[in-house]
């Protein structure tokens, strides 16, 4: 945990010194300590207006909410695939990202200019549809009481196809705003203010809070509902508050930085490869690794072809893909999912 | 401590199908219950209900007195621990994880476990002999040692009712014997109620003292073996004719369905194979023969003899003398007629005395009369022959045309090959 705790720091402060223009890494915390109401500067006058906010305004903000959309993805993965104990689980299985991709879809298209509370329209939007396809999926699963887990899984994967088919049908006769489109479902975290770290953090951290709190229901999970059952876990409860705390995790997510793949799906087995199935850790280290990899791959998108930016969707996969198969290959007893799973 | 449970009038239909249908029982603290019952008649359901997996749609169960919704799931899980037939472990936990897992419901939200939920791990592994995979991962387990894992599992959850679901199904037989040893020896030391759906009726009545059948979601019967265990219970709750007997080795109540025909019921065609004497000798060439469609008879034997058993098991003729008797001129004739209506006779590797040596002048008769004799083991004749004139006996009857066989497993070919050979068989049908 020690480990991946230097590794957010490392790359927190990675991301701050790289960039189109590059900060030297003493200026960096001269700048950050200089925030700090107690401190008294000290060599703060060398360092230009222009550098202090290029950090301040735009680095910093950039950061966090990399680190929340990471984390959030990566515990939301963790999450899903203890739920549906199936290691292809990912944050959008349910078809939460199909459903914000059609909000924002809708308003880009729209072109509404609705804005609350200083936001604009496509992240509500998203936000709407992210959490209202999770609601509708849950009730097309319900039988009676209760909720099986693999019917919530079909549910979420038929969901997921019908409003991605609506999204690829808007998509097509998007005309002039079809780059718009394409870009926002690649994902980035372009253009972060603070306004957006104050509305996504809180999301997210009622997301974590909740999912952390019922990890030891989550490992009775994974050996299947009736032990869990069996064990005193009060099941279709605990599913509800996890499928409600991930699903806020990732509606948070989507909605500030459109669909980023690869983070929720991969860090909790690398986490799982590493350390084992236990969720009380899995959970905070996932959110540490997930917060890591998306600052790191989001500092490699902006600095790559400079001053431009690629979406850091196609980062994360291309560095994140090969990193996990030579994990696998490294231990080839892959049991951690059971041989035959 | 163990607790009481009373099941009234349980009810619960799957879709417009019941599976329990007014199951009305109950059980004392400190039983030890196997559930039996075919295939679909409720074992497993009644189990779920029991442990709140399944809600019933009627009727009650009631824990020492209270009814069993008024608990909460962790109260559940502290009073009631569930072996399941097979678990499913995916994850790369480890034994001592899966087995920690049992203290769940005596932990608040974040509290960890400490060194007495240790130490209640550490006792259940140790009772259960999985002690040395403590830091195995349950995937790389084999079966048994899983179910092992699942019952220490049980074990450290400190439950007063050990619910058991089919949990030797997939078992080798060293395995299922002590995971049901295991069962009773909680039940015993513990005083843990343990109520087990269980397949192999053979196996329950080592292992448990009440049982309970069910049939079509009903209690047929309940109490001791032998009010359970019967041969019409049986036909009425598995469909078939079944025999119960004790088992000459450890006396206990035992069920056979295997190859039981009813009285009158012959089997049509086939040579008629006479074997003579009985004991454990004569058993495998009955058995065998038997399996190949002879029509066999037997004798002479006493009447507690093995190959007497075999005889009234399967409703064939038999001769039988008095035991420690020479037979008489009675027994003598009645031999012969029998012989004469086999198409073949067997000697088997018997023990051969004083007693029965009489029996090769009848043999001697029929194979003068043309009548194919077999002996087998002839080589072998000495030392089980308690006359010491029984080697020589048998090489005069083979001068006068018997076969020599070496082992049992000859006899089907050549008592097939002189039947078709006399006219009598597949040739003609």
């Known amino acids: 945990m020690a480990v991946l705790f230097m590794l957010l720091v490392f790359s927190t402060i990675a991301a701050m010194v790289w960039g189109a223009v590059e900060i030297a890494w003493r200026d960096v915390f001269v700048v950050l300590a200089n925030t700090l109401p107690f401190y008294e500067s000290v060599a703060g006058t060398e360092i230009t207006q222009v550098y202090r906010d290029i950090l301040l305004q735009i680095r910093v903000p950039r950061v966090i909410l990399a680190a929340a959309v990471g984390s959030s993805l990566a515990v939301a993965g963790a999450v899903f695939q203890g739920l549906f104990r199936n290691p292809m689980a990912d944050p959008y299985v349910i078809g939460i990202s199909s459903g914000a991709a059609l909000g924002a879809v809708f308003a880009m298209l729209g072109g509404f200019s609705l804005a609350l509370g200083g936001f604009g329209a496509v992240p509500l939007f998203a936000f709407a549809g992210g959490i209202s396809t999770m609601m509708l999926v849950y009730s097309m699963a319900r039988v009676g009481r209760a909720v099986p887990v693999m019917t919530l899984l079909l549910a979420g994967i038929a969901v997921s196809a019908f409003l991605s088919a609506l999204v690829s049908l808007f998509t097509y006769f998007a005309g002039e705003k079809l780059h718009m489109v394409v870009f926002w479902m690649m994902g980035g975290l372009?253009?972060?203010?603070?306004?957006?770290?104050?509305?996504?953090?809180?999301?997210?951290?009622?997301?974590?809070?909740?999912?952390?709190?019922?990890?030891?229901?989550?490992?009775?999970?994974?050996?299947?509902?009736?032990?869990?059952s069996n064990l005193g876990v009060n099941t279709e409860q605990v599913k509800k508050i996890l499928l409600v705390g991930a699903s806020l995790l990732v509606a948070a997510a989507v909605s500030t930085s459109g669909i980023i793949g690869f983070v929720g799906l991969v860090v909790p087995h690398f986490v799982r490869l590493v350390a084992g199935p236990d969720h009380r850790f899995l959970i905070p280290a996932s959110a540490l690794l997930g917060g890591s990899l998306l600052i790191a791959t989001d500092t490699l998108a902006r600095i790559i072809i400079a001053p431009s930016e690629l979406p850091v969707g196609i980062i994360t996969a291309l560095i994140g893909a090969p990193m996990f198969i030579y994990l696998l290959k490294k231990r080839r007893k892959l049991r951690y999912f059971g041989g035959g799973g | 401590m163990g607790l009481n449970i009373d099941v009234h009038g349980l009810q619960l239909t799957y879709d417009t199908h019941p599976v329990l249908d007014g199951t009305e029982f109950s059980v004392e603290r400190g039983d030890l219950v196997a559930l039996l019952g075919a295939n679909g008649a409720?074992?497993?359901?009644?189990?779920?209900?029991?442990?709140?997996?399944?809600?019933?749609?009627?009727?009650?169960?009631?824990?020492?007195g209270q009814q069993l919704q008024n608990f909460n799931t962790k109260e559940v899980a502290r009073l009631m621990a569930v072996v399941p037939q097979e678990t499913t472990a995916d994850f790369d936990f480890t034994v001592e994880d899966i087995v920690m897992m049992g203290r769940f419901p005596y932990l608040r939200r974040f509290q960890k476990e400490d060194q007495g939920d240790q130490e209640i791990v550490r006792r259940a592994m140790e009772m259960t002999g999985i002690s040395h995979l403590a830091d195995r991962s349950i995937a790389t387990l084999s079966g048994g040692e899983k179910q092992r894992v699942i019952m220490a599992r049980a074990v450290s959850q400190q439950p007063e009712v050990l619910l058991l679901d089919e949990p030797t199904a997939n078992l080798d037989i060293g395995y299922q014997s002590m995971l049901l040893e295991l069962a009773s020896r909680l039940?015993?030391?513990?005083?843990?109620?343990?109520?087990?759906?269980?397949?192999?009726?053979?196996?329950?009545?080592?292992?448990?003292?009440?049982?309970?059948?069910?049939s079509g979601g009903r209690v047929l019967a309940a109490g001791r073996a032998e009010e359970v265990i019967t041969p019409e219970n049986i036909q009425k709750s598995y469909g078939v004719s079944a025999s119960t007997y004790r088992h000459p080795l450890h006396g206990v109540l035992q069920v056979s369905v295997v190859g039981g025909r009813k009285t009158g019921e012959h089997v049509e065609g086939g040579p008629a194979a006479h074997v003579i004497g009985g004991g454990e000798e004569a058993l495998p060439a009955l058995e065998l023969l038997s399996q190949k469609g002879c029509r066999l008879s037997v004798g002479p034997v006493s009447a507690q003899d093995s190959g007497c058993r075999f005889a009234h098991f399967h409703s064939l003729p038999v001769i039988i003398v008095p035991p420690f008797t020479s037979m008489n001129s009675e027994h003598r004739s009645e031999h012969l007629k029998m012989m004469r209506k086999a198409d073949a006779v067997v000697v088997p590797p018997i023990p051969f005395g004083e007693g029965n040596l009489p029996i090769f002048e009848e043999v001697e008769i029929i194979l003068k009369e043309g009548k194919a004799v077999y002996i087998i083991d002839l080589e072998g004749v000495e030392a089980r022959d308690y006359s010491g004139r029984a080697r020589n006996l048998l090489k005069g009857l083979i001068k006068q045309g018997a076969v020599a066989l070496e082992k049992v497993e000859d006899l089907p070919a050549v008592i097939n090959s002189g039947y078709n050979r006399d006219g009598g068989g597949v040739n003609e049908r």
């Not at chain 1, 953090?201 to 032990?227: D, H, K, Q, W």
């Not at chain 2, 087990?196 to 448990?208: G, Q, T």
């Open chain 2, 42 to 64: 409720g074992k497993s359901t009644l189990l779920r209900c029991i442990s709140r997996v399944l809600q019933p749609t009627g009727g009650q169960i009631i824990l020492e």
């Open chain 1, 190 to 228: 372009g253009g972060a203010t603070w306004q957006q770290v104050q509305v996504m953090v809180p999301y997210a951290l009622a997301g974590y809070i909740c999912v952390s709190f019922f990890s030891r229901e989550l490992n009775a999970m994974l050996l299947g509902e009736e032990t869990a």
């Open chain 2, 187 to 214: 039940n015993r030391e513990k005083d843990v109620t343990v109520i087990a759906a269980i397949h192999d009726i053979n196996l329950a009545v080592h292992h448990f003292n009440r049982f309970i059948l069910l």
